[in-house]
């Protein structure tokens, strides 16, 4: 069970990464040998804030990251990011298992070692022919109990990704991309110190205004 907290965890940061890899500067290859870096302007204004009855005249961030923070995936809508929505609900249904899952083995760990302590040899609990001693109970209700916690606060991280995501996606469209950085990669040849040469590759960057 620690191995699939592990990986829930890990496809957690999966799943932020897929999310959050717009939000960073867009890498076109244009050529054979060169890249372009684009970076969005940030010397955009920012919209002045609105009260929070005047829904439509938010900025479409605010709202994204609010019609997520109601439904799950419904800001990603609201950015035509219809893409994500199965992702969303995909991790969210996943989670939801583990912790119905998880919550369900720590009630039967927790009622079996109430009832093998009790003092009363005329009642048996549900894992008498499995484990003989009760400590075994009370370490199986303590774990349960700890992956239970766990998969709680990976669900809300995961809701927590789906709402920031929804409003950096449409924060960041609105920017004005422009071909300011480019990156340029070319084939080389290096001359050694016992006149050789060695291939190489040769970098360049080009700032433009």
């Not at 929505?85 to 989670?95: E, K, T, V």
């Not at 720590?106 to 609990?125: H, M, P, Q, V, W």
């Amino acid at each position: 069970m620690k191995i699939i907290h592990q990986r829930l965890f890990g496809l957690l940061l999966f799943l932020s990464s897929i999310f959050c890899i717009q939000a960073n500067g867009q890498v076109i290859t244009e050529g054979k040998d060169s890249v372009v870096v684009r970076t969005p302007d940030s010397t955009k204004t920012q919209t002045p804030k609105v009260p929070f009855y005047q829904f439509s005249k938010w900025s479409q961030p605010g709202k994204a990251a609010f019609l997520s923070a109601v439904i799950p995936g419904l800001g990603q809508a609201y950015n035509k990011s219809y893409w994500k929505i199965p992702i969303i609900y995909a991790g969210g249904a996943a989670l939801g298992y583990f912790l119905h899952y998880n919550h369900k083995q720590y009630l039967s760990f927790r009622t079996a070692y109430r009832i093998r302590t009790d003092g009363n040899d005329s009642t048996l609990d549900e894992y008498v022919d499995k484990y003989r001693e009760a400590a075994t109970l009370s370490r199986g209700r303590d774990q349960y109990r700890r992956w239970r916690d766990y998969t709680f606060l990976y669900s809300l991280l995961f809701y927590g990704i789906n709402v920031s995501e929804a409003y950096v996606y449409a924060h960041l469209k609105d920017f004005d991309i422009s071909d300011e950085l480019t990156l340029r990669v070319q084939p080389d040849m290096l001359p050694t110190l016992n006149n050789k040469v060695v291939p190489a590759f040769t970098l360049s960057l080009n700032l433009k205004k």
